[in-house]
């Protein structure tokens, strides 16, 4: 999900003002020369209001301003900025009217003092020919995030340490905003590697997350592991053993999940709704997993899960995979059905959607399975639904003379046909789609030759069907599609009794 504008301009604010602090604490931990005594007099307002303080050194490395105010005109100070560096003001409507500016800075050049400045209030802005030119906060979001990145870089260039730590947290942050999650588990993992310290141990933790959301749930659960033991992360402890039980359920160790969740409930209790519904969702889950279903129903059930992310969704899948473990296959369909529409995922989406039709046609509500499918074309996830909605067509008398309408339907109900081992009907189907197979991507025209294969095999025996797939997978390019003809070929030197060229064949050698 793409993060709002609302939400990144926040992002932005927060980071230049992230900015101003850091350098106010640089500049109070600073040996070099103070701030002159005496204000600019063209920046300083009437007696009795704030002083804007604006000087400009020479230095080797060009000249170098200092900043000093508090709680000051927002309009005010930025007038007295331009005015002082010898620049015209273009854009001034957009200086908010009322606002306030508390700055520190010491000894920075003009571009990052007006970044800093500017952007406490979300504004840009571009130096050209003599000329400050003010520039509307943006909505673009890329936008959004690299003025968030630089502001943080900035902010590590200070040199404190902490400061330098805390930017890392933020980039990688950001880069999980972009949907980055390489680059993020990056820049966690350098900061992991340093001296145990309580960043560090974020660090980790954020780490372990990113390695769960790419699925490499081994991983994760090291990292947690390694969080779990440490002193200097005891404020992560319950929440490390809380995601190493939800990694030990993908791992296949349910029970070991419940074991974890029980010495987190019995050690480390908590008033915080948000962990506390997430421990029942992944206990009702551990609960699934280990085919207690009505304790997973039961858990659900004991409070509220409201408060964790996307616990809509969750629970829902949790209910449907509960009444599918205890037979109630109707109940189970509603629930996948519902469950399609909150998914955070396309791919989640289609699955549940897959789901909800093969129990609905399971229970014999053909008319429920037909309503799934349209569902799901609503949302454009019902690839992969067509032989669904062709049997319960026909189970209700509907369409039997109506053929398929697309290519990629007639090569699902081939193949559902084939399956059901009624070849001669299935062989027609492959028939035609042999000849019309250009007009697919590889791995299709793949399915279709390995159907057609088995056609091959019927009439006119084994070594035609597999000269075909052969000459095929010489020209294919796509490894999944060269992999799917390499099965196709493996099977039927399976039926033939041929194991022994079964298993060259499975290697491509055929």
């Given at each position: 999900?793409?993060?709002?504008?609302?939400?990144?301009?926040?992002?932005?604010?927060?980071?230049?003002?992230?900015?101003?602090?850091?350098?106010?604490?640089?500049?109070?931990?600073?040996?070099?020369?103070?701030?002159?005594?005496?204000?600019?007099?063209?920046?300083?307002?009437?007696?009795?209001?704030?002083?804007?303080?604006?000087?400009?050194?020479?230095?080797?490395?060009?000249?170098?301003?200092?900043?000093?105010?508090?709680?000051?005109?927002?309009?005010?100070?930025?007038?007295?900025?331009?005015?002082?560096?010898?620049?015209?003001?273009?854009?001034?409507?957009?200086?908010?009217?009322?606002?306030?500016?508390?700055?520190?800075?010491?000894?920075?050049?003009?571009?990052?003092?007006?970044?800093?400045?500017?952007?406490?209030?979300?504004?840009?802005?571009?130096?050209?020919?003599?000329?400050?030119?003010?520039?509307?906060?943006?909505?673009?979001?890329?936008?959004?995030?690299?003025?968030?990145?630089?502001?943080?870089?900035?902010?590590?260039?200070?040199?404190?340490?902490?400061?330098?730590?805390?930017?890392?947290?933020?980039?990688?942050?950001?880069?999980?905003?972009?949907?980055?999650?390489?680059?993020?588990?990056?820049?966690?993992?350098?900061?992991?590697?340093?001296?145990?310290?309580?960043?560090?141990?974020?660090?980790?933790?954020?780490?372990?997350?990113?390695?769960?959301?790419?699925?490499?749930?081994?991983?994760?659960?090291?990292?947690?592991?390694?969080?779990?033991?440490?002193?200097?992360?005891?404020?992560?402890h319950s929440k490390a053993r809380l995601e190493l039980a939800r990694a030990s359920i993908e791992l296949g160790d349910a029970p070991s999940a419940l074991h974890l969740l029980n010495f987190v409930d019995a050690n480390y209790a908590s008033d915080d709704e948000a962990e506390l519904a997430e421990r029942r969702l992944?206990?009702?889950?551990?609960?699934?997993?280990?085919?207690?279903?009505?304790?997973?129903?039961r858990t659900l059930e004991e409070g509220e899960v409201i408060s964790a992310s996307q616990a809509e969704a969750r629970s829902l899948a949790i209910r449907a995979e509960a009444f599918e473990g205890l037979g109630f296959e109707a109940e189970a369909a509603r629930a996948w059905l519902i469950f399609a529409r909150e998914?955070?995922?396309?791919?989640?989406?289609?699955?549940?959607?897959?789901?909800?039709?093969?129990?609905?046609?399971?229970?014999?509500?053909?008319?429920?399975?037909?309503?799934?499918?349209?569902?799901?074309?609503?949302?454009?996830?019902?690839?992969?639904?067509?032989?669904?909605?062709?049997?319960?067509?026909?189970?209700?008398?509907?369409?039997?003379?109506?053929?398929?309408?697309?290519?990629?339907?007639?090569?699902?109900?081939?193949?559902?046909?084939?399956?059901?081992?009624?070849?001669?009907?299935?062989?027609?189907?492959?028939?035609?789609?042999?000849?019309?197979?250009?007009?697919?991507?590889?791995?299709?025209?793949?399915?279709?030759?390995?159907?057609?294969?088995?056609?091959?095999?019927?009439?006119?025996?084994?070594?035609?069907?597999?000269?075909?797939?052969?000459?095929?997978?010489?020209?294919?390019?796509?490894?999944?599609?060269?992999?799917?003809?390499?099965?196709?070929?493996?099977?039927?030197?399976?039926?033939?009794?041929?194991?022994?060229?079964?298993?060259?064949?499975?290697?491509?050698?055929?």
């Open positions: 999900m793409s993060p709002s504008a609302g939400f990144l301009r926040a992002l932005a604010l927060l980071v230049a003002f992230a900015g101003v602090r850091a350098a106010q604490e640089h500049g109070a931990q600073s040996h070099e020369a103070a701030l002159p005594e005496a204000a600019s007099p063209d920046a300083e307002p009437a007696r009795g209001r704030p002083i804007v303080s604006i000087s400009r050194q020479e230095t080797k490395d060009g000249p170098r301003w200092s900043v000093l105010c508090e709680e000051a005109p927002f309009d005010e100070l930025v007038r007295a900025l331009a005015k002082k560096s010898g620049l015209a003001l273009e854009g001034s409507e957009l200086l908010p009217i009322g606002a306030e500016a508390s700055v520190e800075l010491e000894r920075r050049p003009l571009e990052q003092v007006l970044e800093f400045v500017l952007g406490t209030q979300g504004l840009r802005h571009e130096l050209a020919r003599g000329t400050l030119r003010l520039l509307a906060p943006t909505n673009d979001a890329a936008e959004l995030l690299r003025l968030a990145q630089d502001a943080w870089r900035t902010v590590e260039a200070e040199g404190d340490q902490h400061a330098a730590t805390r930017s890392k947290l933020a980039q990688g942050n950001i880069a999980e905003v972009r949907g980055d999650l390489e680059g993020a588990y990056h820049l966690y993992a350098e900061l992991a590697e340093e001296n145990p310290s309580e960043d560090s141990a974020e660090a980790t933790f954020r780490a372990g997350r990113i390695l769960e959301r790419l699925g490499h749930w081994a991983e994760a659960a090291q990292h947690f592991r390694t969080l779990a033991s440490l002193d200097e992360a005891k404020r992560f992944v206990r009702a889950r551990a609960c699934n997993a280990t085919h207690d279903y009505v304790e997973a129903l998914a955070a995922t396309a791919e989640e989406r289609a699955a549940a959607f897959e789901k909800a039709a093969a129990l609905s046609l399971a229970t014999g509500d053909e008319l429920g399975t037909l309503f799934v499918c349209r569902e799901a074309a609503k949302s454009g996830a019902d690839e992969g639904l067509g032989s669904f909605a062709h049997t319960a067509r026909l189970r209700l008398g509907l369409d039997e003379e109506e053929p398929p309408t697309t290519i990629e339907e007639r090569l699902e109900l081939a193949e559902t046909l084939l399956a059901q081992n009624e070849r001669a009907k299935a062989a027609e189907l492959f028939e035609g789609l042999y000849l019309a197979r250009g007009a697919l991507p590889e791995p299709d025209q793949a399915r279709v030759l390995a159907g057609w294969s088995q056609v091959l095999l019927d009439r006119v025996g084994l070594e035609a069907a597999l000269e075909v797939l052969a000459k095929a997978r010489a020209s294919f390019e796509d490894p999944l599609a060269a992999q799917t003809l390499d099965l196709a070929a493996a099977a039927l030197l399976e039926a033939e009794g041929r194991f022994d060229e079964a298993a060259e064949a499975y290697r491509g050698n055929y």
